[in-house]
């Protein structure tokens, strides 16, 4: 951890580079989900498909979290961001052809960088950070999330329509091997810890796993990320769905309210860090966003069609800002219970569990959905683990006191 008067300079290159990688690394997994309607028509797929490819991207990212801790500490978290931006790339340039195979190739590919590209920027910042500002710091790097789903939704549509979806494709796939190329600049000095002679054996996965599961904070976070991770995945994959098709809203309206809580998430990413770094402890506050989650969940699950439309967007700002808006505060956590030099690896682990909430809880919600025709029975049965894990680190906390 780096001390409080680490200097300003490689702190706010660092933070500037890690946010770049998260940037594009969001976009590039939402790359092909955003150019699905110009695929599925031109290629006369199903576009139900695209669960099984969100499932097998994320499914190799759980794989590759745990596995990438060693990487890290053998390569440098530069290298490892390099190889993670390369492979997503590569992941959307190989799909190009348009085959289904090649479709799911592509969803390894990405997964594969996903998956350590965290752990990667968290063993980056936790060196620069002083401890009083790491929450905000984390919350900063994390707005590449929102960021680039905004980009996906800017960027790519208007690509496609001008290039067609397979030029869309190209043109990600080359600004992640640019960033790639672009990193090579910052390798030689953020990845000086690195362990030149260190090997790589299959025990890896079992200490990064073990570190995650031998300590009860750890575990906690562990199991707090599966569920708020999980809800945040289905927010983002069933609301405009729920109001658009659940609720006969128009599209326009529905792409309004969920852009509302997008933006939303931005700010209250920022906010978070900054509160839970001056006024509230961080476990406190990831409670209490649990709780208000949970709620906003309960509320959406309760919109019918004549709800106005201020209404829904005021409860899309709070889902928002609260189930997309937590991930900086629990990264920093993280790093505050990982032993020192082992941020990477430990956020690996711990970024496992988080991996499985966003294959099982889409899953789940859409089993719901199948079963029941009800969108808002599956907001309601999400929100029930959401308050369990809030109360949890309430009770965490108060235990402490």
């Known amino acids: ?24 690394v969001t976009m590039s997994a939402l790359t092909i989900p955003v150019l699905l309607p110009p695929i599925a028509v031109d290629l006369g ?7 099984f490819y969100t499932a097998l991207l994320y499914g190799t990212a759980m794989i590759a979290s745990t596995v990438g801790g060693g990487f890290i500490l053998r390569y440098g978290a530069i290298r490892v961001s390099q190889a993670a931006m390369g492979l997503m790339g590569l992941g959307l340039i190989v799909a190009y052809p348009g085959s ?49 789903g905004a980009l996906a939704g800017a960027i790519l549509p208007f690509l496609a329509v001008r290039l067609g979806w397979q030029g869309a494709l190209l043109a990600a796939g080359g600004m992640c091997l640019l960033l790639a190329v672009g990193l090579q600049a910052v390798r030689e000095s953020f990845d000086s810890d690195r362990h030149r002679g260190r090997r790589l054996t299959s025990t890896d996965i079992r200490t990064t796993v073990g570190a995650v599961l031998g300590s009860p904070p750890l575990r906690e976070l562990a199991v707090a ?30 792409g309004f309210v969920f852009a509302a809580a997008q933006g939303t998430a931005i700010g209250g990413r920022i906010l978070w860090g900054w509160i839970a770094g001056r006024w ?3 476990r406190l506050l990831l409670g209490l966003l649990g709780l208000v989650m949970a709620l906003a969940a309960i509320l959406t699950g309760s919109f019918t069609p004549d709800w106005p ?22 990264l920093a956590e993280i790093v505050r219970h990982s032993p020192e030099g082992q941020a990477g690896v430990v956020t690996g682990g711990v970024l496992s569990f988080t991996f499985a909430g966003l294959v099982l809880f889409p899953s789940g919600f859409g089993a719901i959905l199948g079963l029941s025709g009800s969108y808002a029975l599956g907001f309601f049965v999400a929100a029930v683990p959401t308050a369990i894990v809030g109360l949890m680190f309430l009770r965490a906390t108060d235990s402490r006191s």
């Open 280 to 282: 509230i402890e961080s």
């Open 225 to 254: 990320s599966f569920v708020f991770a999980g809800l945040q995945v289905a927010f983002g994959s069933f609301f405009v769905a729920y109001l658009a098709e659940g609720l006969s809203f128009s599209y326009e309206v529905a």
């Open 45 to 51: 797929i199903n576009p139900g498909l695209l669960g």
């Open 100 to 148: 289904l195979g090649l479709f799911a190739l592509a969803a390894v590919l990405c997964g594969t960088g996903q998956g350590p590209s965290t752990p990667a920027s968290s063993h980056v910042l936790s060196r620069h950070s002083p401890p009083s500002v790491a929450p905000l710091i984390f919350s900063i790097k994390q707005t590449g999330v929102p960021i680039g």
């Open 1 to 24: 951890m780096a001390p409080e008067s680490a200097a300003p300079r490689p702190l706010v290159t660092a933070v500037a580079a890690m946010l770049a990688q998260q940037s594009l």
């Open 309 to 330: 439309v201020w209404a829904l967007t005021a409860v899309a700002v709070v889902f928002g800002a609260t189930a997309i808006g937590w991930n900086g505060v629990f």
